[in-house]
């Protein structure tokens, strides 16, 4: 047997003790987030392209030579890869009174996903369907967007940190009830329900009961780096709630390996749980299901270090 067979080998046996899905995935998807199509678009990505299955572009304007991404997305469905621009490029087309001709702009350049967001206009739940029946009547993939980025105007949240769980669930039966072939959790709500060091357990029981009352299989969980704070441990955490076949969006290119790690099991995060299973699989019958370790104990010590010295007088 040479090197590449027992490679592939070793890959083939941790897909399968994992459960893993292949392209073209309906649950296990991975959405990149390309904010550089130049250095870090398709080229980038094309040796594990097998991995991604979405990128949204927000790398769209202000080149030199705009045709770079109409080239971009060729390329992106060349690999079997849905391109949507982001949420983002469709609020600055609504703000613009350009919603009709930006769905025409998305099919020229040959874009096949659409993400219908409202964090900014403050749409009613009929204006966001109807919308997403536009987009669909456009022949479009439709992703509605399900919280907004800020708790102070998003009706459903308590607060930053928690939610009002059957505010949220009938906002996301209705997207999905108008079209919306997914949906995306905006990513800082995701992030404040399950805490950075996966502290906050109140949200967390809350995402679980709005996951369980909607369909996790539609749902596509954004994960955002608040200011550089990491998101693999909320990652992994999803994995561990969620199975391996958890939908993740906002990856960054360089990332993707290291999300395909965790949902095999096999990095730092959750303590190695795949090696760990393996030694002993009477513990549980998936790896994902294996105890694991207390976040605030062994990887909070830094953080809370700081807290205790807030306030202080220095000795």
Same mark, same amino acid.
């Given at each position: 047997?040479?090197?590449?067979?027992?490679?592939?080998?070793?890959?083939?046996?941790? *897909?399968?003790?994992?459960?893993?899905?292949?392209?073209?995935?309906?649950?296990? =998807?991975?959405?990149?987030?390309?904010?550089?199509?130049? !250095?870090?678009?398709?080229?980038?990505? #094309?040796?594990?392209?097998?991995?991604? *299955? #979405?990128?949204?572009? /927000?790398?769209?304007?202000?080149? !030199? +030579?705009?045709?770079?991404?109409?080239?971009?997305?060729?390329?992106?469905? *060349?690999?079997?890869? +849905?391109?949507?621009?982001?949420?983002?490029?469709?609020?600055?087309?609504?703000?613009?009174?350009?919603?009709?001709?930006?769905?025409?702009?998305?099919?020229?350049?040959?874009?096949?996903?659409?993400?219908?967001?409202?964090?900014?206009?403050? &749409?009613?739940?009929?204006?966001?369907? +109807?919308?997403?029946?536009?987009?669909?009547?456009?022949? %479009?993939?439709?992703?509605?967007?399900?919280?907004?980025?800020?708790?102070?105007?998003?009706?459903? #949240?308590?607060?930053?940190?928690?939610?009002?769980?059957?505010?949220?669930?009938?906002?996301?039966?209705? /997207?999905?009830?108008?079209? &919306?072939?997914?949906?995306?959790?905006?990513?800082?709500?995701?992030? !404040?329900?399950?805490?950075?060091?996966?502290?906050?357990?109140?949200?967390?029981?809350?995402?679980?009961?709005?996951?369980?009352?909607?369909?996790? *299989?539609?749902?596509?969980?954004?994960?955002?780096?608040?200011?550089?704070?990491?998101?693999?441990?909320?990652?992994?955490?999803?994995? $561990?709630?969620?199975?391996?076949?958890?939908?993740?969006?906002?990856?960054?290119?360089?990332?993707?390996?290291?999300?395909?790690?965790?949902?095999?099991?096999?990095? %730092?995060?959750?303590?190695?749980?795949?090696?760990?299973?393996?030694?002993?699989?009477?513990?549980?019958?998936?790896?994902?299901? =294996?105890?694991?370790?207390?976040?605030?104990? +062994?990887?909070? #010590?830094?953080? &809370?270090?700081?807290?205790?010295?807030?306030? $202080?007088? !220095?000795?």
């Amino acid at each position: 047997m040479n090197l590449t067979e027992m490679l592939k080998l070793f890959q083939d046996k941790l *897909d399968a003790d994992s459960l893993r899905t292949r392209k073209p995935r309906k649950t296990g =998807i991975t959405m990149v987030l390309v904010m550089d199509v130049v !250095n870090q678009g398709p080229e980038f990505i #094309r040796s594990y392209s097998e991995l991604v *299955d #979405r990128v949204k572009m /927000l790398d769209t304007l202000w080149h !030199n +030579d705009l045709s770079i991404v109409e080239k971009a997305v060729a390329q992106y469905r *060349d690999m079997n890869i +849905d391109v949507a621009l982001g949420g983002t490029q469709f609020e600055v087309a609504k703000a613009q009174g350009k919603l009709k001709e930006y769905l025409h702009l998305l099919h020229q350049l040959g874009i096949n996903e659409i993400e219908v967001e409202n964090h900014a206009s403050g &749409a009613s739940l009929e204006e966001f369907k +109807d919308e997403i029946k536009m987009a669909k009547d456009a022949g %479009f993939t439709v992703v509605g967007e399900l919280g907004k980025k800020w708790a102070w105007k998003d009706p459903t #949240r308590k607060g930053r940190d928690q939610v009002y769980v059957d505010k949220v669930t009938e906002l996301a039966l209705g /997207l999905l009830e108008a079209g &919306a072939d997914y949906i995306y959790w905006e990513g800082m709500v995701v992030r !404040n329900l399950i805490g950075t060091q996966l502290e906050n357990i109140e949200g967390q029981k809350q995402f679980l009961e709005v996951v369980k009352a909607v369909n996790s *299989d539609k749902m596509v969980f954004e994960v955002w780096d608040a200011r550089n704070q990491g998101n693999l441990p909320i990652i992994s955490w999803l994995v $561990k709630e969620l199975t391996p076949n958890v939908n993740l969006a906002n990856i960054y290119p360089p990332d993707v390996k290291w999300v395909e790690w965790v949902r095999h099991g096999i990095i %730092f995060e959750m303590d190695h749980p795949y090696m760990r299973w393996s030694q002993d699989k009477s513990q549980c019958e998936h790896w994902w299901q =294996i105890e694991s370790p207390d976040y605030h104990q +062994d990887m909070q #010590r830094g953080f &809370a270090l700081k807290e205790l010295s807030i306030g $202080k007088p !220095n000795e």
